[in-house]
């Protein structure tokens, strides 16, 4: 039978590809290399042609978890016809993202690494962000000067937001810890955030 790294032609991305699964399974520090290698069908020599060691492999699935979760940030972002529709699905595409690639998105934020790691990691990590600012700085354009938030300050209190809805109640079996939709959940927060700030009228 030939390895599954080469066959795929690959072996670098392959590596990746086994990683990622060990860490939805394990986590980002429950696994070795050598499962990795095993999980490519190579040696655990192999390895080392393409990562200095395990960290070196976590920083490349969060390298890519990055562009991709960059790439869905800025379709939510880009897709919508209003600056505060755009601001509720920039929200949307972090719940989303973290369902669909949980192995990325806890190579990224589970991992213990910085995001200043490399200047690569750094680099890939304000592209989503930056989205998000993007988003927070367009809606809050509607508020005087005088009280607006910056923008960093806003962005940061929906990731934050965002963050505490998929740890508690998104992962694992999703909904399964929680007395409400995940979306639901936190369409309810943002709207209370921007209630506070003047930004939706209050209910009733």
């Not at 399974?25 to 429950?30: E, I, L, N, V």
């Not at 990055?66 to 016809?81: G, K, N, R, V, W």
């Not at 719940?95 to 790691?117: C, I, Q, T, V």
Request: proline content about 7%; glycine content about 10%; charged content about 20%.
């Amino acid at each position: 039978m030939p390895k599954r790294g080469y066959h795929h032609g690959n072996l670098r991305q392959a590596l990746v590809d086994a990683a990622l699964g060990l860490i939805e399974a394990k986590g980002p520090t429950g696994f070795t290399l050598s499962e990795a290698a095993r999980e490519a069908g190579v040696t655990p020599a192999a390895v080392y042609r393409h990562f200095e060691g395990r960290e070196d492999l976590i920083i490349e699935c969060a390298l890519q978890g990055h562009a991709i979760f960059a790439d869905l940030m800025e379709h939510a972002f880009a897709s919508q016809p209003s600056s505060l529709a755009a601001f509720e699905a920039t929200g949307r595409a972090y719940l989303a993202f973290a369902r669909r690639y949980p192995g990325h998105y806890m190579a990224m934020f589970e991992s213990g690494l910085s995001r200043n790691e490399t200047p690569d990691l750094a680099r890939a990590a304000a592209r989503s962000h930056a989205v998000l600012e993007k988003a927070a700085a367009a809606l809050s354009e509607r508020l005087p000067a005088d009280r607006r938030p910056p923008p960093a300050m806003f962005s940061a209190h929906i990731w934050a937001m965002s963050h505490g809805v998929v740890e508690l109640f998104s992962r694992g079996d999703p909904g399964a810890n929680a007395p409400f939709p995940p979306e639901d959940l936190l369409e309810a927060g943002i709207g209370i955030y921007l209630r506070g700030l003047g930004l939706l009228e209050a209910d009733g």
